[in-house]
């Protein structure tokens, strides 16, 4: 799965390093001093590089924690995010990260240590306000979980800190990390879903959905919190059945308790960010729509996306509470 490993000398005899290193016995190790050389070159194709990605083994020196972008959180009072690492083994179309980088090749960060000194110090300078951290910005919080381990990590960390809440965000169907030990009501493992016809041209890699519907069933029953994440909403022919279809089969057989909270979200760039992402793939279907650039913002536009969140709240309503249901707009 991957041939080539990038290692910066400083962490080459990382734990986490060495145990990787063990897991892909098979992969080339090249030494190198710094990610940035590779990973911030210019005149890199990111669907080139996609077919067969190197990892790069690096240190993350500052920024572990940031503030999430508005529209981003659910309801506490304060929002951070983190990413241990950026770039994702999934290859969905309308993936930002695909605009944001020059590179598909994968940066893991090993220091997990630092990260969680960074969430630790953030958690002591907002007492009294509730806190959700996210995990999964820059990547999926658990695609490569079983070459990281990092969310197994997070998960005992957070076990310490009850008052601040986790979300992991996925599409994996990583479901051992969480079975194996007994549900931490904190630590949300919140799934992106669309329609089973939707994602399965658009979310190229990644499992199926009728398997991370079983996960996040199975999670629950449980006794795991978990999420539901409609964003992006993706506009097409007989959307409205499609999703109404896809809500009824995953509160059809779900612990309704253990649903922490649902989102839903427009497809929305950037201006720049959408001009790079098409240009990757100007052929693609998903970018044949006349999008409508606004603010610097490109979207289906306002009419559209009203309709597809009224009608994804309405439908939502119909299985659980409102005050369980997010709009998010990042
Ligand atoms: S799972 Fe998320 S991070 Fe990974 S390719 Fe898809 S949209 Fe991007």
Same mark, same amino acid.
């Given at each position: 799965m991957i041939d080539s490993i990038f290692v910066e000398r400083e962490v080459l005899d990382h734990p986490v390093a060495q145990k990787i290193f063990k897991s892909l016995k098979y992969a080339d190790i090249f030494e190198i001093e710094r990610y940035q050389e590779m990973f +911030?070159?210019? @005149?890199?194709n990111f669907r080139i590089q996609k077919q067969n990605p190197a990892l790069i083994l690096a240190k993350k020196h500052d920024n572990f924690v940031l503030p999430a972008? /508005? =529209?981003?959180?659910?309801?506490?009072q304060k929002n951070y995010y983190f990413s !241990?690492? &950026? +770039?994702?083994i999934y290859d969905c179309r309308y993936c930002f990260l695909q605009g944001m980088y020059s590179s598909a090749n994968y940066v893991l960060f090993v220091n997990y240590e630092d990260f969680f000194e960074a969430i630790s110090d953030t958690i002591y300078e907002n007492t009294n306000k509730s806190m959700t951290f996210f995990s =999964? &910005?820059?990547?999926?919080?658990?695609?490569f979980e079983k070459i990281t381990g990092f969310a197994e990590k997070a998960l005992e960390f957070f076990t310490d800190f009850s008052s601040v809440e986790l979300e992991l965000r996925t @599409? /994996? $169907?990583?479901s051992d990390t969480f079975l194996n030990r007994s549900p931490i009501s904190n630590c949300v493992v919140a799934y992106s879903l669309s329609p089973s016809n939707v994602a399965a041209i658009l979310d190229n890699k990644a499992p199926s959905i009728d398997r991370r519907i079983n996960v996040l069933q199975k999670l629950a029953k449980n006794g795991w919190p978990v999420g539901l994440r409609f964003d992006p909403l993706i506009y097409c022919s007989g959307w409205e059945k499609l999703y109404s279809e896809l809500i009824n089969k995953i509160f @059809?057989? $779900? +612990? $309704?308790?253990?649903? !922490?909270s649902v989102s839903h979200g427009p497809l929305r760039y950037p201006k720049e960010m959408y001009k790079k992402i098409t240009s990757l793939y100007p052929d693609d279907k998903l970018f044949s729509f006349p999008m409508e650039a606004k603010d610097g913002i490109v979207s289906y536009g306002k009419e559209i996306e009203e309709e597809m969140s009224s009608f994804l709240q309405s439908e939502l309503e119909k299985y659980t509470t409102r005050n369980k249901i997010f709009r998010c707009l990042v």
């Open positions: +911030n070159r210019r @005149k890199q972008p /508005s =529209g981003f959180g659910i309801d506490a !241990h690492m &950026y +770039n994702c =999964g &910005y820059d990547c999926d919080s658990l695609a @599409k /994996s $169907i990583v @059809k057989d $779900i +612990n $309704i308790d253990q649903v !922490h």
